[in-house]
T-cell receptor, first 114, second 115 residues
Framework: EPEVTQTPSHQVTQMGQEVILRCVPISNHLYFYWYRQILGQKVEFLVSFYNNEISEKSEIFDDQFSVERPDGSNFTLKIRSTKLEDSAMYFC????????????FGPGTRLTVL | AQSVSQHNHHVILSEAASLELGCNYSYGGTVNLFWYVQYPGQHLQLLLKYFSGDPLVKGIKGFEAEFIKSKFSFNLRKPSVQWSDTAEYFCAVITYSGGYQKVTFGIGTKLQVIP
């Protein structure tokens, strides 16, 4: 069964550094999402992406965050200057073109900012 | 804005006990409802979903959930839990705006099943 993959599984970085989290969505999917889960808290929506542009973003997704689909397969989340409070598990999800399609989640990248 | 409440944050059960995890949502429009499960060290997986039709939805591994519109609830149930059901369970509401799908998660319920 096709699945969403994410790399790396764990990223440790110093505060102020840039990080790029990578996701490979399911190949025929059209909608892409990033979520994050701070330890002990709920999963929070960050951004959705469709047709090479952001379709919706939450208040968490400020100017420090950006997303890109640099080629036909990868979907990346960049944090320009990481803060301690960016430490979280980041999940990528993708879904097909029908509005009722389910979102499929990747395994997550645990980001630790020191 | 929509919100999802999960009442039990940590549940401990013995094997073979029955399970019911509460989920209530707040939203005035049409919603689709999901339960996701996250086993230790693994990613979120879809357990079951409700879009329309029979409000009693059956999912994988013997789980079921009932959508009660009048109560804005979508509780998850399993008649007899197993040790392997130890995981975190998330209720989620999907709403639609301009054709775009938005998922709002509850805070999650950690289920610990004791052998």
């Amino acid at each position: 069964e096709p699945e969403v993959t994410q790399t790396p599984s764990h990223q440790v970085t110093q505060m102020g550094q840039e990080v790029i989290l990578r996701c490979v969505p399911i190949s025929n999917h059209l909608y892409f999402y990033w979520y994050r889960q701070i330890l002990g808290q709920k999963v929070e929506f960050l951004v959705s992406f469709y047709n090479n542009e952001i379709s919706e973003k939450s208040e968490i997704f400020d100017d420090q965050f950006s997303v890109e689909r640099p080629d036909g397969s990868n979907f990346t989340l960049k944090i320009r200057s990481t803060k301690l409070e960016d430490s979280a598990m980041y999940f990528c999800a993708s879904r097909g073109g029908v509005s009722t399609d389910t979102q499929y989640f990747g395994p997550g990248t645990r980001l630790t900012v020191l | 804005a929509q919100s999802v409440s999960q009442h039990n944050h940590h549940v401990i059960l013995s094997e073979a006990a029955s399970l019911e995890l509460g989920c209530n949502y707040s939203y005035g429009g049409t919603v689709n409802l999901f339960w996701y499960v996250q086993y230790p060290g693994q990613h979120l997986q879809l357990l079951l979903k409700y879009f329309s039709g029979d409000p009693l939805v059956k999912g994988i591994k013997g789980f079921e959930a009932e959508f009660i519109k009048s109560k804005f609830s979508f509780n998850l149930r399993k008649p007899s839990v197993q040790w392997s059901d130890t995981a975190e369970y998330f209720c989620a509401v999907i709403t639609y705006s301009g054709g775009y799908q938005k998922v709002t998660f509850g805070i999650g319920t950690k289920l610990q099943v004791i052998p």
